[in-house]
């Protein structure tokens, strides 16, 4: 590797190291809301709940029902562990977060077909992952789509492996299946990955057997799931999901997946987790210059991508939209087309109502396209200010811990009131 990119690699150690430390600090200070006391009586077998339900629970698509296996990768853990708290449980998840990031910083390192400038990006991408305040508040709390980045860095390493072993397309399909029964989210970038492999049988440059196989026994968990949406009540509130919302545009106009992939990815909004408290969290020291400091550095990368845009809007366009760019595109820019191109016109035309946390599922892939396309722009000063966003997220991501413990959370925000300061009444309500 180049000085660069071993400083990269150095860098992002060192920001994991702290990702981590953010993420143990203050076990308590969690979110605890009723998905969370859900899925933390499930674990332990409670409130009329088992640990390995053939379904979970409701989902806020018309009250769908999850997989039983959103639950099983709770349980598993919290009975061979004995992790018997909700704080044990986030820090479980926060712990996976972190050792996905760091097996993904080791694959990267000791890739030896990755150019330099890629590494680098990839670099930077795990270390902004790390640091992003809103994923460190998705990643301290019990929740499903807070472990999807295990499966879907898992996917993202086989996807680029793929082609020098294709046995790896069986593993690759099977955990495509499986990572929507963590979220149904999940089943929209599994569709787009499977769609790009599909095509590649039909241009007689895969075999179909490996996907089948893969896929097959992916299904084989999620057997109870498909009768209840087949033959059960599912049907309907499917429909409902999908429906038309009246007095109001179609979801598919909304555009909702690539706002959220900016604001999500940017770790930049973070206003629904503290409502009407954002305005005193501002008035922390260094918060508000940090954020500034992170906004200008996002809009001079924004502002310089319009003008090449303008520049060459055919050149764009064809990166867009045709499949013949895509051909020519490295592995890595392949699965950031997918990941924001594929996945995100198939939910956004499936008319489901498209929430931030949805994003989770394509960490770090954001982070990477930003480090891309700064590179792109800016190659003498990429790496320059790639570190400082990372070190400005990490301190906004402090000081929002700081924030959370002295305003024990963000009560009548979608936060709440942390665990640590629920009172025994407060918590027995909770299932």
């Not at 809103?134 to 390493?157: D, N």
């Not at 294709?166 to 990955?193: K, N, T, Y």
């Amino acid at each position: 590797m180049t000085r660069q990119a071993r400083f990269s690699s150095l860098f992002a150690l060192l920001v994991l190291c702290a990702g981590l430390g953010l993420r143990l600090w203050q076990p308590s200070l969690i979110e605890f809301k009723w998905d969370e006391a859900y899925m933390f009586a499930a674990t332990q077998g409670s409130a009329g709940h088992t640990p390995f339900p053939a379904l979970g629970m409701p989902s806020g698509a018309a009250g769908l029902l999850n997989p039983g296996l959103s639950i099983w990768i709770f349980s598993a853990p919290a009975q061979l562990f004995g992790l018997s708290s909700p704080e044990a449980l986030s820090r479980y998840v926060g712990l996976s977060f972190i050792a996905t990031l760091a097996l993904l910083l080791v694959y990267i390192t000791r890739s030896t077909w990755l150019r330099n400038d890629e590494k680098i990006a990839w670099f930077a991408a795990i270390a902004l992952s790390a640091a992003n305040p809103v994923l460190l508040l998705f990643t301290r709390k019990i929740w499903a789509q807070s472990l999807l980045p295990i499966f879907g860095i898992a996917i993202f390493v086989l996807w680029m492996e793929r082609k020098k072993r294709p046995s790896l397309r069986i593993l690759l399909a099977f955990l495509c299946v499986l990572i929507g029964q963590i979220h149904m989210s999940g089943f929209f970038l599994g569709a787009a990955l499977m769609l790009v492999e599909v095509r590649d049988v039909f241009l007689k440059r895969a075999t179909l057997g490996p996907l089948l196989v893969g896929g097959i026994v992916g299904c084989l968990p999620m057997i109870a799931w498909l009768q209840e949406i087949f033959v059960g009540s599912g049907a309907s509130k499917i429909n409902g999901a999908l429906g038309m919302h009246r007095g109001a545009w179609p979801e598919f106009l909304k555009f909702r997946y690539w706002s959220y992939a900016a604001s999500f990815g940017s770790g930049l909004n973070f206003s629904s987790s503290l409502g009407s408290h954002l305005a005193a969290f501002l008035e922390r020291p260094l918060v508000l210059g940090a954020l500034v400091c992170s906004a200008a550095l996002v809009l001079t990368v924004l502002i310089a991508s319009l003008r090449a845009l303008a520049q060459s809007p055919r050149a764009w366009l064809r990166t867009i939209f045709s499949m013949s760019a895509f051909d020519e595109f490295r592995p890595s820019s392949q699965l950031v087309w997918i990941a924001l191109v594929l996945c995100g016109a198939l939910m956004t035309l499936s008319n489901v109502r498209i929430h931030r946390h949805y994003l989770i599922l394509v960490t770090p892939l954001l982070a990477f396209a930003f480090a891309r396309l700064a590179q792109r722009l800016f190659p003498r000063h990429a790496l320059v200010g790639l570190s400082l966003y990372t070190i400005l997220q990490l301190l906004v991501s402090f000081e929002m811990i700081r924030f959370l413990d002295l305003n024990h959370g963000a009560p009548g925000a979608d936060f709440g009131v942390a665990y640590k300061y629920q009172s025994d009444f407060e918590k027995e309500r909770l299932p």
